[in-house]
């Protein structure tokens, strides 16, 4: 029988049934998802999809030998769970007086119940006791086996587990086993279609038979890259056969917005659409357009900036989406480039309500609101002042830091709308 005739025979089957959804998990079908994305789904990049209706977010693709060894921590101050460790540098032994580094962060008031962590692995027993450490915080884990990236498949992840069903098998397997009882969740996988209708048939009737509640399909094989137009030519078939096993198939490649994604759906018969490139650049099309559609760029790039602040997000990430979000031609754009704080960013796109709140911001990132970057960064003041610049070394000595009602001058000063260095992004 060809893989048309059996994928129309599980469209029409009328018994079909369906894998249960664990108690703390979540179903895929009827929802329109913002998808995971490396440096593009931190978690102010997933509130604000949130924030535009996405129904379910997933975080970006999260290395097992990363998190293992990592500390849960609750941080009172951006009201975030992060899991933390020490960079080890390239050491086996890191200074114990280095900063942690945050290698996972969630929201669990905003983004609870609707997280979906993506775990990068390629061993069943790391992939266990990685999920583990977040399982308790997150709606589910979701296996990478889509990402062509390099970083991903040189250690036989991401796109690479493709070409290693089993593994990809005995990873799902041992998660369905080991994490879902335990914590009530459910295992889902994102993949790719393969060069033959008929290889990727026989890959995804595997994949359903683990056990995972969701399937998610990039309707591109592994060497297409973004600019390709996605191929949907395999998605009935796919669809189909999900819908034999009791698994809900989401499917990923040119979906620009909501309502394409709800057309799409009904077309293919999936159960639901996730959303790369266009969320990157305004995720503000998660709104139908009967709700008013895709907003400005200005109103989303605000509300974004909002979101980085309240988590106090890596200024160097907050930076990378926010020429994401900027049109390219904006006169904006340009200016990003050398904002090295919070503070400038919100100077110079006169967002000056925000000023206070980023100063702050700044500070508690160790970044100096009005100078060029990192407070912390050495200065060699003696090699300046050997090439005969001693004003310039004697200007970058600390000086003794200002009384009370001297600092409160100061930041009333700071206060004042800087108007001739804002660009205007209302023209």
């Known amino acids: 029988m060809s893989w048309f005739l059996r994928a129309f025979r599980g469209i029409m089957a009328s018994d079909l049934k369906k894998v249960a959804i664990p108690h703390k998990g979540v179903d895929f079908r009827g929802k329109v998802v913002l998808a ?24 970006p693709e999260t290395v097992d030998r990363s998190l293992i060894g990592s500390t849960r921590r609750a941080n009172p101050d951006t009201k975030t769970i992060d899991w933390t460790r020490k960079p080890s540098q390239g050491a086996k032994n890191p200074p ?4 942690d580094s945050v290698i996972y962060r969630m929201h669990p008031e905003k983004e609870g119940g609707k997280l979906i962590f993506q775990i990068g692995t390629s061993n069943p027993d790391l992939a266990v006791q990685a999920a583990r450490l977040v399982a308790a915080d997150v709606a589910g884990i979701d296996v990478n086996a889509g ?14 587990l493709l070409r290693a069903p089993d593994k990809l098998c005995s990873i799902l397997e041992a998660l369905v086993q080991n994490i879902t009882p335990e914590f009530e969740i459910g295992i889902s996988v994102k993949i790719r279609i393969l060069e033959t209708p008929e290889k990727t048939e026989a890959l995804v009737r595997r994949l359903v038979a683990t056990g995972i509640t969701g399937l998610t399909v990039h309707c591109r094989t592994t060497p297409m890259r973004p600019r390709e137009r996605a191929i949907r030519s395999q998605l009935r078939m796919i669809a189909g056969i999900c819908r034999e096993a009791g698994v809900a198939c989401l499917m990923n490649g040119d979906v620009g917005d909501r309502d394409q994604a709800l ?10 659409a996730m959303i790369a490139t266009q969320a990157e650049k305004n995720p503000s099309c998660f709104m139908a357009k009967a709700d008013g559609g895709s907003l400005p760029w200005t109103k989303v790039v605000e509300q974004y900036i909002s979101y980085a602040m309240e988590v106090e997000n890596k200024f160097g990430n907050t930076k990378f989406l926010l020429c994401q979000l900027i049109p390219g031609k904006q006169p904006a754009y340009r200016s990003i480039s050398g904002c090295k704080s919070y503070t400038k960013v919100c100077e110079m796109l006169g967002f000056y309500h925000l000023i206070e709140r980023a100063r702050d911001v700044d500070r508690s990132l160790d970044i100096d609101p009005d100078n060029s970057g990192r407070k912390n960064k050495k200065t060699n003041h003696s090699a300046l002042a ?21 600092r409160w001058a100061s930041l009333q000063t700071e206060g004042q709308p800087a108007e001739a260095g804002a660009i205007s992004i209302y023209r």
Do not use: N
């Not at 990402?147 to 690479?160: E, I, L, Q, V, Y």
């Not at 057309?263 to 639901?272: A, F, M, P, S, T």
């Open 147 to 160: 990402c062509p990236k390099p970083f991903s498949t040189h250690d036989g992840m991401g796109a690479a």
């Open 96 to 99: 114990v007086d280095v900063k």
């Open 263 to 272: 057309e799409l759906i009904r077309e293919y018969g999936v159960d639901g």
């Open 386 to 406: 050997a090439g005969g610049l001693i004003r310039e070394s004697r200007a970058l000595i600390p000086q003794a830091k200002k009384g009370l009602s001297d």
């Open 36 to 59: 995971p994305m490396v440096r593009s789904g931190e978690l102010p990049s997933r509130l604000l999809a949130l924030h535009y209706g996405a129904d379910l977010v997933w975080g």
